[in-house]
């Protein structure tokens, strides 16, 4: 199970805490002259891809692109439930009644961070900057893995500029109308899709992972060094960059006066503590941002012990599973913890684990009955609850379906043979279709009498040996031998995408409440992006896209239900774990809120210097 490394596949993690309306010039500015340089210190358990919005594939840097890039709209920080606020946006959307035509209105004096493609002047944001994203994300030149999400929106002409493009062969043609994206003037867009989308603001319109606020000349000004180069609105920008070692925030001088101003809900008492504490403070309330890239969990454990890194915090690198005993055993906060001030927070997160099979693998994959057996009885060798236990401590929940923890879709009582172990079965599933040891040596062959050894593609920290052991004593318990190649997981991202993994696992996060979007692992015009398995059924096509114009309701959770039994029943995923997120954070963080599904949260929290211990 990939326990340190998610994807952030079109917005299954991402974006968009709220920024409140300005405040008076007097509000908190950067420290003067002498005062102790605020840094918050994090680490991510994996490395960075890039800095380009369209191009972001993982977490990790989807996480970085966050505090960077802005999107119109975003979600209140402290509020629960969840409520979606104005961030680049002045104030909510018109919608039309059949949900097709949506119309923002975009604050003023927006400036982008200063940087050399602006020739020196100071570049204000306007209604073009936030189209412009749409058209990078559908350009063929950029492979972005957003681009079949955002041509399903429906927008009206980009897919048509999209595929002239591909047709001529020639570079996208930027400056061709779009009729479903229009400026209307420098502060007012207006999108128009094809067929109702009554989730477009939750989904796309507060999503920054592949369509945050860009500068078109700071595209052009770097060509393909786009990724080494961010330049947008929000409240940090790149200092330094130490590919898969270290990155540095800094505060954006550029960066509009946005205090710090929340809804929590009368009866939550720690949202309201929050509030009250900070309200009036201008963000960001840190100077920078440190982010070490530690993937070995012994390593990065002890790095907060030493007080080398301010938290452990979820997505990018809470408690690692093996320490979380150390760190809380049965559930409290160890002794040696409480005496230094450390924080602890603990909460099942918005993710999954997941094992997935490649539909066009000549082993693995197929529709036939056969191939769905082989891929059941495999399932059916991994003992969950052993994971749970061993591995991860007792810290995490069996995951029943694709649906994460609170979004749509999501039922508790669910329960199916995504959780179940059960070896007998597994055995019973081989023989009857014909998976049996014929040679004597103890290992099934496959129907035609063909020996086969599964590749189930893994990574060198340490703790994937103990995901690897289990999965190979399930396996060998039922005859079928398992190799683990082993790569680092950045070029298993690559490889996932191309399609030349056979099996492999890894952890995925919403990035919004609609549980649709883990769907689209089984949406088949997402093969090759988001679908990593390459799974396509008609039948579940024909779902997604009833589900994508149908508004929240009882109808809509039937379609749920459906797809869940489908993903269930052809098993091209195998869901594993809904992860309890275990967070420490030394006493001199102030403010750690987690953010349920958006990442940019570092601009609301602050530390303080003289509590802080030398690095």
């Not at 009644?97 to 200063?114: A, L, P």
């Not at 949406?523 to 990593?532: E, M, T, V």
Request: aromatic residues 10%.
């Amino acid at each position: 199970m990939s326990e340190t490394h998610d994807t952030s596949v079109r917005r299954r993690t991402l974006l968009a805490a709220p920024l409140a309306l300005a405040a008076p010039a007097w509000a908190q500015q950067p420290p003067a002259n002498g005062a102790a340089k605020k840094v918050l210190r994090l680490l991510f358990r994996g490395a960075e891809t890039s800095f380009d919005p369209a191009a972001v594939s993982d977490l990790y840097s989807a996480t970085i692109t966050s505090q960077i890039f802005e999107s119109l709209y975003g979600y209140d920080h402290l509020a629960r439930p969840l409520k979606l606020v104005p961030v680049l946006a002045d104030g909510q959307p018109e919608v039309s009644s059949d949900f097709r035509v949506f119309t923002v209105r975009i604050k003023r004096g927006i400036y982008f961070s200063d940087d050399p493609a602006f020739k020196g002047r100071r570049r204000e944001m306007t209604a073009e900057d936030v189209l412009y994203p749409f058209k990078r994300v559908v350009d063929p030149a950029n492979k972005s893995p957003g681009a079949t999400s955002v041509l399903e929106l429906g927008i009206v002409g980009l897919a048509e500029v999209r595929q002239a493009a591909l047709d001529s062969r020639k570079p996208f043609d930027y400056d061709r109308p779009v009729p479903g994206l229009k400026a209307l003037d420098r502060y007012t867009v207006q999108f128009t899709v094809a067929e109702p989308r009554p989730r477009l603001v939750s989904s796309f319109l507060s999503d920054g992972s592949h369509t945050g606020v860009q500068a078109r000349e700071v595209v052009e000004f770097y060509g393909d060094k786009i990724g080494d180069h961010p330049v947008g609105t929000g409240p940090f920008r790149l200092k330094s960059w130490v590919r898969t070692s270290k990155i540095v925030l800094e505060r954006n001088p550029n960066f509009r006066v946005v205090t710090y101003d929340c809804q929590p809900a009368p009866d939550d008492a720690e949202g309201q503590a929050l509030q009250a504490r900070f309200k009036g403070r201008r963000l960001p309330m840190v100077d920078e941002v440190e982010v070490a890239i530690i993937e070995e969990s012994q390593p990065a454990w002890l790095s907060f012990l030493n007080g080398e890194v301010d938290a452990l915090v979820a997505q990018t690198g809470s408690v690692p599973p093996e320490f979380s005993a150390i760190a809380a055993p049965n559930g409290t906060l160890a002794p040696n913890l409480a005496k230094r001030g450390v924080q602890l927070k603990r909460s099942v997160l918005a993710d999954t684990t997941m094992i997935y099979f490649n539909m066009e693998d000549p082993i693995v994959g197929g529709y036939t009955p056969e191939k769905v057996a082989l891929r059941r009885a495999i399932s059916l060798t991994y003992d969950v609850q052993r994971e749970i236990k061993l591995i991860r401590r007792g810290v995490g929940i069996p995951a029943q379906s694709p649906m994460v923890p609170y979004t749509s879709g999501y039922d508790p009582a669910f329960k199916s043979e995504m959780s179940e172990y059960d070896i007998a079965k597994a055995k019973a599933l081989l023989d009857m279709y014909g998976y049996v040891d014929r040679d004597g040596d103890g290992w099934r062959e496959l129907p035609d009498g063909t020996p086969f050894t599964l590749q189930y593609a893994s990574q060198p920290e340490q703790i994937y040996r103990q995901f690897n052991d289990l999965m190979r004593r399930g396996l060998k318990d039922v005859g079928i031998r398992v190799e683990f190649p082993v790569q680092q997981w950045a070029v298993q991202m690559k490889q996932a995408l191309a399609g030349t993994l056979q099996i492999w696992s890894l952890g995925l996060s919403a990035g919004d409440p609609d549980g649709q979007t883990a769907l689209q692992y089984y949406y088949g015009p997402q093969a090759g992006q988001q679908n990593l398995a390459r799974f396509k059924l008609p039948e579940m096509d024909r779902l997604y896209e009833r589900m994508q114009s149908m508004p929240d309701g009882p109808e809509r959770e039937k379609l749920f239900l459906q797809a869940k039994r489908l993903a269930v029943a052809y098993m091209p995923y195998r869901y594993v774990v809904h992860r309890v997120g275990t967070e420490v954070l030394h006493p001199w963080v102030l403010g750690y809120r987690r953010a349920v599904f958006w990442n940019n949260w570092y601009h609301m929290v602050d530390v303080d210097p003289e509590r802080k211990v030398p690095a």
